[in-house]
């Protein structure tokens, strides 16, 4: 099976190693990522102005090439997800941004939401298939006590984004289970590491993911994973007194698939 991907910029960046765990885990399960040509900084934020359109068009050109290669669209990043999949919805539903954005950009044919959004997540779950994932895993993290981290973006707004229940999600501790792992389920799994705001309030943010790390380990959590290069940096740099340490889940995916070192030698 054969996917559009979008990458982002963080993914080229400093979180370089959560797109080439995820492109070798690939292989391993039988599907493909094609990897847009040309694609453009979604912005990472989206914007909540109603009228602001110049700053979704990145995603509506990405998102129409999928539409024009008969694709379903992967994203790894959360924020690219939240923004993409936000964006997507507008196109679907509100006439005035559809319009707008379709008269920029000059489309031979309008696009109006056709794509289909996914995590990497989603097509382990939902595509691939955790029990297939647990047939295939030769290193199971057997014994390891593994704390999901949510964080806001892959699970708010719910209503848009269907990615889980933002209450209570699962696909996290479905995955670690997967992978033979023990999930930690423990309260702040699904609040916010300060985002953003890191930037400008960092004893704030640090405070707020001090206890998410509290949390975690109060549970009995010995590492945390997440999906999110933002949570992983804010996690990494809080004052809790014993840091957990921090993963991108595709790395364990990799490592429990046994292609892990192939990717370090890269």
């Given at each position: 099976m054969k996917y559009s991907y979008?990458?982002?910029?963080?993914?080229?960046?400093?979180a370089k190693?959560?797109?080439?765990?995820?492109?070798?885990?690939?292989?391993?399960?039988?599907?493909?990522l094609e990897e847009i040509e040309n694609w453009q900084c979604c912005g990472?934020?989206?914007?909540?102005?109603?009228?602001?359109?110049?700053t979704k068009l990145s995603?509506?050109?990405?998102?129409?090439?999928?539409?024009?290669?008969?694709?379903?669209?992967?994203?790894?990043?959360?924020?690219?997800?939240?923004?993409?999949?936000?964006?997507?919805?507008?196109?679907?539903?509100?006439?005035d941004i559809r319009t707008r954005a379709n008269n920029y950009m000059q489309l031979e044919e309008p696009y109006c939401g056709e794509t289909t959004v996914l995590h990497?997540?989603?097509?382990?779950r939902d595509r691939v298939g955790f029990d297939t994932i647990k047939e295939k895993?030769?290193?199971?993290?057997?014994?390891?006590?593994?704390?999901?981290?949510?964080?806001?973006?892959?699970?708010?707004?719910?209503?848009?984004?269907?990615?889980?229940?933002?209450?209570n999600p699962s696909i996290i501790e479905e995955f670690i289970r997967a992978i033979g792992g023990e999930p930690v389920i423990y309260p702040y799994r699904n609040e916010c590491c300060g985002g953003y705001i890191s930037l400008k309030e960092k004893e704030m943010s640090k405070n707020m993911c001090s206890k998410i790390m509290e949390s975690a380990q109060g549970f009995g959590a010995e590492m945390l994973i997440t999906a999110c290069p933002?949570?992983?940096?804010?996690?990494?740099?809080?004052?809790?007194?014993?840091?957990?340490?921090?993963?991108?889940?595709?790395?364990?995916l990799a490592e429990a698939l046994g292609v892990k070192e192939e990717v370090t030698k890269q």
């Open positions: 979008y990458p982002g910029c963080t993914l080229r960046t400093k190693d959560l797109d080439a765990y995820a492109r070798a885990s690939a292989r391993v399960l039988g599907f493909e990472g934020v989206y914007p909540l102005g109603s009228d602001e359109i110049a995603s509506v050109r990405a998102l129409n090439e999928a539409k024009e290669k008969g694709q379903d669209l992967i994203t790894l990043c959360s924020a690219c997800h939240h923004v993409i999949k936000r964006v997507n919805d507008d196109m679907k539903n509100v006439e990497y997540l989603e097509v382990l895993v030769v290193h199971p993290f057997t014994g390891r006590k593994i704390g999901a981290y949510y964080g806001c973006l892959l699970l708010r707004p719910g209503k848009i984004l269907e990615f889980d229940n933002p209450e933002l949570c992983l940096y804010n996690l990494n740099h809080s004052d809790a007194q014993n840091k957990l340490p921090v993963y991108y889940f595709t790395e364990l």
